[in-house]
């Protein structure tokens, strides 16, 4: 009995998520989230025929996508601003 139990431990701790997958994760809810935003955005101003409204909220999801996506190389950018203050 004791033997079993430790196999079935050996193989759930096998299977737990370390940080990396974690925080790919939570990347993907967040690029999921943002998404369905913008979606919202865009069929709320499409019945308005705001075009306007519907090319600026696309282009700042395109901004925080991008911010989500490549967080290293956007603070990258914003530790040579700061050096460069």
């Known amino acids: ?46 019945v308005n025929m705001k075009i306007g409204s519907i090319i600026m909220s696309c282009v700042i999801a395109g901004v925080v996508y991008f911010v989500v996506r490549n967080w290293t190389v956007v603070s990258g950018w914003i530790e040579a601003l700061m050096e460069q203050l």
């Open 1 to 46: 009995m004791m033997d079993i139990l430790g196999v079935l431990t050996f193989i759930a701790a096998d299977e737990l998520p370390d940080l990396k997958g974690v925080s790919s994760w939570f990347s993907d809810i967040i690029e999921q989230v943002i998404l369905m935003i913008v979606i919202f955005l865009v069929t709320k101003y499409l």
